[in-house]
């Protein structure tokens, strides 16, 4: 098997995050009950014209910017024409000819290195409407007519399921991050398919299409099944014609839907009813030099702050975290924000079911806790005691820490304490003294009993250490 070369390419359409559809004015909203998101323009009723949605081109062109494409200036929709009952006007509107963008690339890490997956086009084009399956009856949902899509084809430059699940994390990153998709998998708004083919040469064999993949490993779980299965034909000589399969994630298999006797004719030809749209030098930059803070440049904020690597990864793969720690950059220490955040917050919010926006947490309170912590004014023992108040009242950090008759211990009082527990337990000192690193754990227990907690940690550490080598 290991004679076999995988070369796999990747299509994935991302619903674009714009308040209407790209033809219409109905609403963009994932959820609603069925067929209340729709117009006589999204049910294909005859007469009716299509009116650009501005926005729509917005996030095409950002998308296509952070995919590092060159950008078709002059642009014309085309006319898409097939049979299906989910197309409600029997042609789909799209970029056939001129697409927003060519030629661009995502680059991946490998375990040889960088790779870039090269991007062949990046096109806009509306959604078609939902089909539902039950009981022998097929039922068709129009809220999905008309939402904005970028469709991103890349080349055949992917040769494992390992590269294929990094290209489109990374893929999802780009987008997310530059808020052009919220890219929910689970919500259809980022839809993968991929082409996998297996050769002990060069020259690419059939290929197998395999949609209706659920979730980013699933695409991983899918191209290995493939190589299996295709392998496994190829050793006993059997041959296949290209077909289109689905992922069924019951069995983790990949499933026939039909085999591609032709290729599919869609004479395709311009749109007469959208005229042509055409994007300027200074509309083009002045939308790279907007685009949101990336993933990237957000990671090396984080790693200068000093924010460990892990948890670097952990805020990036929070939008909302990233968001929120952002407001705070170079206000207050990263570093003990990033912990709160990731830590006892996250554990609150995630036991409450809640959202930081939906508690009372304000950017002023988060900046006194913050900051208190990192000058000692309180300790992470005090923080989980008054967490849920933190949270949950409109009271000043000062306030609920009075309410809690919590008052850090000064210095003086801490000195004084450190020093009682040395002359109480000379063995203990002498043991430091002669390099045993435990004896010191043993006293710094012992003042923290003494001081019930309210000293600052790293306060007595310093101080006993400083007394002990005296």
């Known amino acids: 098997m290991s004679n076999y070369k995988t070369t796999v390419g990747i299509e ?47 996030l095409g062109l950002r998308a296509a910017l952070v995919l590092n494409c060159e950008i078709n200036k002059h642009m014309h929709f085309d006319r898409k024409n097939y049979f299906y009952p989910d197309n409600p006007k029997n042609y789909q509107i799209t970029q056939n000819r001129t697409p927003i963008g060519v030629n661009g690339y995502v680059e991946i890490d490998t375990e040889n290195g960088k790779k870039k997956i090269r991007i062949h086009d990046i096109h806009i084009e509306e959604d078609t409407c939902k089909s539902i399956h039950a009981d022998k009856k097929s039922m068709l949902d129009y809220n999905r007519a008309g939402v904005p899509l970028v469709e991103i084809v890349t080349e055949a430059d992917m040769n494992s399921a390992e590269e294929a699940v990094k290209y489109l994390e990374k893929l999802r990153e780009l987008l997310l991050y530059a808020d052009v998709s919220d890219c929910k998998i689970e919500e259809g708004s980022m839809r993968c398919d991929c082409n996998v083919s297996v050769s002990k040469t ?73 005229p042509f749209v055409d994007l ?13 803070m990336s993933a990237e440049q957000r990671r090396e ?13 952990k805020i990036i793969q929070n939008r909302n975290i990233s968001d929120y720690l952002n407001k705070f950059i170079k206000k207050i220490n990263l570093v003990i924000a990033s912990n709160l955040l ?56 000062d306030k609920i820490l ?35 690193e ?19 940690p790293q306060m007595v550490t310093d101080k006993l250490t400083e007394l002990l080598n005296k």
Do not use: W
């Open 202 to 274: 060069d020259k690419l064999n059939t290929k197998v299409e395999v949609k209706n993949i659920g979730s980013i490993s699933n695409v991983g779980v899918a191209i290995k099944y493939e190589e299996e299965r295709q392998i496994a034909l190829y050793e006993k000589g059997e041959t296949f014609k290209e077909q289109t399969r689905r992922f069924d994630d019951k069995t983790m298999s990949t499933i026939l839907m039909r085999v591609k006797e032709t290729g599919n004719d869609y004479r395709y030809f311009p749109e007469p009813d959208i």
């Open 12 to 58: 994935v359409h991302a619903e674009l995050k714009t308040k209407t559809k790209i033809f219409s004015d109905s609403a963009n909203h994932y959820g609603k009950m069925a067929n209340t998101c729709t117009n006589v323009i999204d049910l294909g009723y005859p007469g009716t014209l299509p009116t650009m949605n501005e926005e729509v081109i917005h």
């Open 301 to 313: 904020v984080y790693k200068e702050a000093g924010i460990n690597d892990i948890n670097v990864e």
């Open 342 to 397: 990731l830590g006892d917050i996250a554990a609150y919010l995630n036991k409450t079911e809640m959202n930081l926006d939906q508690t009372k947490l304000t950017d002023e309170k988060f900046e006194d806790v913050v900051n208190y912590l990192d000058s000692g004014k309180i300790n992470s023992k005090i923080f989980k005691e008054i967490l849920d108040d933190v949270m949950e009242s409109n009271d000043s950090i």
């Open 438 to 456: 435990r004896a010191i754990k043993f006293l710094m227990g012992q003042i923290m009993k003494e001081t019930k907690g309210n000293a600052n």
């Open 280 to 292: 300027t030098d200074e509309y083009i930059k002045e939308t790279k030099e907007n685009l949101p």
């Open 402 to 436: 009075d309410n809690h008759n919590i008052k850090q211990m000064g210095e003086d009082e801490v000195i004084d304490i450190i020093n009682t527990v040395i002359e109480n337990n000379p063995q203990s000192v002498q043991d430091y003294k002669n390099g045993n």
